[in-house]
């Protein structure tokens, strides 16, 4: 039997993930990164290889508010918010989800539900 650590399956469950989620110029890909103390998340075209916009919680709109926030899943809802409405700005109103191997839960699907609330779709 063969052991593997959490980061070690999350890699597993993200290799699945991007054989299936693929981004166009029509339905770009919205990634999702969380580490420890931040959450970052950008959508990418893969078809022309780069990112069109990005959020994170490091971000200066955002740095007032992410040091009175109660939570991270607070934090994640205020960079999901702020993406989305950055997507608005560059004409994105549609996307394709990629999780990034994280399980929908918690800060992820804070971050979606906000995204999702601020006008975007997936």
Same mark, same amino acid.
């Given at each position: 039997m063969v052991t593997t650590n959490k980061y070690e399956r999350r890699e597993r469950r993200k290799k699945r993930i991007r054989r299936k989620v693929y981004g166009t110029s029509e339905r770009p890909? !919205? &990634?999702?990164?969380?580490?420890?103390?931040?959450?970052?998340?950008?959508?990418? *075209?893969?078809?022309?290889?780069?990112?069109?916009?990005?959020?994170? &919680?490091?971000?200066?709109? !955002?740095?007032?508010?992410?040091?009175?926030?109660? &939570?991270? &899943?607070?934090?994640?809802?205020?960079?999901?918010?702020? !993406?989305?409405?950055?997507?608005?700005?560059?004409?994105?109103?549609?996307?394709?989800? *990629?999780?990034?191997g994280y399980i929908y839960h918690g800060r992820v699907k804070a971050f979606a539900e906000a995204a999702r609330e601020a006008g975007l779709q997936f």
């Open positions: 890909r !919205l &990634s999702v990164y969380r580490s420890l103390n931040n959450f970052y998340a950008q959508i990418v *075209d893969d078809t022309q290889m780069r990112t069109i916009v990005s959020a994170s &919680s490091i971000d200066k709109d !955002l740095k007032d508010k992410v040091a009175s926030a109660a &939570s991270k &899943s607070d934090v994640s809802k205020m960079v999901g918010e702020l !993406l989305a409405r950055r997507a608005a700005a560059a004409g994105i109103t549609r996307v394709v989800f *990629d999780r990034n």
